[in-house]
């Protein structure tokens, strides 16, 4: 069964994802790496084909990666999808939370369609749209702000060895 993260952009997904693959000994898949591999870079799709297509390959790439025994980092907002919801009710799911503060200097530089141009205003209406969404598909919910990643993956490991 796969561990699925899910999150804000730049709440952690990937870079503390592929540490807790590596602790537990398991492959780690990136929806958005694995979209990019096989369509190009993503603000490159949003500006060709839009949003709305964005959602439906993504959907394609999740599904997949939601029958593998990975740990699977998703793209911030694939879990506005229904069937993903579905998907994740029956998995364990975690949430990384990151505030504002911390958010910022993470998302600079940064090539994210969403927020290219409202920045962390934007980042904050999307956020404030999804955390329903987040907070009910979570079993494990931590906050990234400031504490470093290996603490972060010590405790997911341990919150997931209660959860089994
Ligand atoms: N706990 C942490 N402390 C400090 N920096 C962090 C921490 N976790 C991640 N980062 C840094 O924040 C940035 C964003 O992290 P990452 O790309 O893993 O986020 P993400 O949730 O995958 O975002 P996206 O939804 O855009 O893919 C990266 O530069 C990463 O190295
Ligand atoms: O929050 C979002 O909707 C997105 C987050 C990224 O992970 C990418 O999946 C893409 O930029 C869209
Ligand atoms: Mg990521």
Redesign the pocket.
Known sequence: MPVVLI???????????SRLAREVGAPFV?T?QRIVERYGPIEEIFAREGEPYFRVIEREVVAEALREEAVV?L??GAVLDPDTQDDLATLPVVL?RVDEA?VAP??AG?T?PLIADGGLDRWRGILAERLPIYEALADIDLD?SR???AR?VAEITGRLGALA
Do not use: E
């Open positions: 999150g804000p952009m730049g709440a952690g997904k990937t870079r503390i994802g990136d958005d980092a793209g911030g990384l911390a993470r998302l940064g994210r990234t504490r470093p990643v972060i």
